[in-house]
């Protein structure tokens, strides 16, 4: 079950799908997408520990350890909102990006579209 999705990109065309979950395990699992029209991308995902903060300028953040199962190391990931309600996360660089909220729907399509894009550029993520 989808509990948040939000959807950004960068000023280098990379667009980036940020997630956060409960998996069929019922635990729960955040999820990033990076993918270019270069002909790159990267998936990251995993369980993660959760810290909630505001910062000097009002955006409520939740920040997550995020053990990364692809890469087996552990990355920071993250989404904050504003009191006027604009949203950012964190890239897998931790540059804040932002974003516009999306519906389940609209997360799990995104989500797909992602996986077939990078699917295709071969980063073993299964047939």
């Not at 667009?15 to 029209?37: A, C, K």
């Not at 991308?41 to 199962?69: A, I, N, P, S």
């Not at 540059?95 to 799990?108: A, F, H, R």
Request: glycine share 14%; charged share 25%.
């Amino acid at each position: 079950m989808v509990t948040v999705g939000v959807y950004g990109g960068n000023s280098d065309g990379t667009e980036l799908v940020f997630t956060m979950f409960t998996g069929p395990d019922g635990l729960d699992y955040t999820s990033l997408f990076d993918f270019n029209g270069k002909g790159g991308g990267d998936v990251f995902c995993g369980q993660y520990e959760r810290q909630t903060e505001t910062d000097e300028d009002g955006t409520m953040w939740t920040k997550l350890t995020v053990h990364d199962v692809y890469t087996d190391k552990d990355i920071t990931l993250g989404v904050g909102e504003t009191t006027d309600d604009k949203v950012f996360f964190y890239d897998s660089d931790g540059n804040v990006i932002e974003g516009k909220y999306l519906s389940k729907e609209e997360t799990i399509d995104y989500m797909a579209s992602a996986v077939n894009v990078l699917r295709s550029l071969d980063k073993g993520l299964g047939d």
